[in-house]
T-cell receptor, first 109, second 113 residues
Framework: SQQGEEDPQALSIQEGENATMNCSYK?????LQWYRQNSGRGLVHLIL?????REKHSGRLRVTLDTSKKSSSLLITASRAADTASYFC?????????FGKGTRLSVIA | SAVISQKPSRDICQRGTSLTIQCQVD?????MFWYRQQPGQSLTLIAT?????????ESGFVIDKFPISRPNLTFSTLTVSNMSPEDSSIYLC??????????FGPGTRLTVT
């Protein structure tokens, strides 16, 4: 299975701190994506990084991809209480999105 | 990105009954996807629905249990048939690219008693 697995499962930080979440996967991919889900609602697409890219930025988000280690990281800088959510990585290879189990991020004001 | 709505937003159903979930998109899209998210778990793709053809189901999901309709390019339904408590989940539809980014509806939270 090419399912991604996020690490840690849960993360609690103070507002203003940085949050780092990691994702590992098992097979070769076309791209890796990160999504956010607030309180069991719909997912919001955050960023897509292609297999030939190593780093990508979007606002306070920074994503890295290491295909040799089959891993990715999502960094949220200067976190805010509104960043509290579950974050999922998802990969595509020969099949559409395969989601990891997610990291629950709590940002304490 | 597309704006997607789902109905109902939540429901509580008795075992043995069926529920049809609607997904409406504000623009024409080729591919629509249906996912299930069991409590505390990640999302699992149920099927891909293309207009004018039968849905393609993923391993572990069958048409008799999860019939899908796709009558036009902006609308789809998923029916959860003969429900049991194990079907209690959030069901989400999405649109987008088969191997690219997808945009999700708000989800339907189903509880089966």
């Amino acid at each position: 299975s090419q399912q991604g697995e996020e690490d840690p499962q849960a993360l609690s930080i103070q507002e203003g701190e940085n949050a780092t979440m990691n994702c590992s996967y098992k097979t070769s991919i076309n791209n890796l994506q990160w999504y956010r889900q607030n309180s069991g609602r719909g997912l919001v697409h955050l960023i897509l990084i292609r297999s030939n890219e190593r780093e990508k930025h979007s606002g306070r988000l920074r994503v890295t991809l290491d295909t040799s280690k089959k891993s990715s990281s999502l960094l949220i800088t200067a976190s805010r209480a509104a960043d509290t959510a579950s974050y999922f990585c998802a990969t595509t290879g020969n099949t559409p999105l395969v989601f990891g189990k997610g990291t629950r991020l709590s940002v304490i004001a | 990105s597309a704006v997607i709505s789902q109905k109902p937003s939540r429901d509580i159903c008795q075992r043995g009954t069926s529920l049809t979930i609607q997904c409406q998109v504000d623009s024409q899209v080729t591919m629509m996807f249906w996912y299930r998210q069991q409590p505390g778990q990640s999302l699992t793709l149920i099927a891909t629905a293309n207009q004018g053809s039968e849905a393609t189901y993923e391993s572990g999901f069958v048409i008799d249990k999860f019939p899908i309709s796709r009558p036009n390019l902006t609308f789809s339904t998923l029916t959860v048939s003969n429900m049991s408590p194990e079907d209690s989940s959030i069901y989400l539809c999405s649109v987008g690219s088969y191997l690219g980014e997808q945009y999700f509806g708000p989800g339907t939270r189903l509880t089966v008693t």
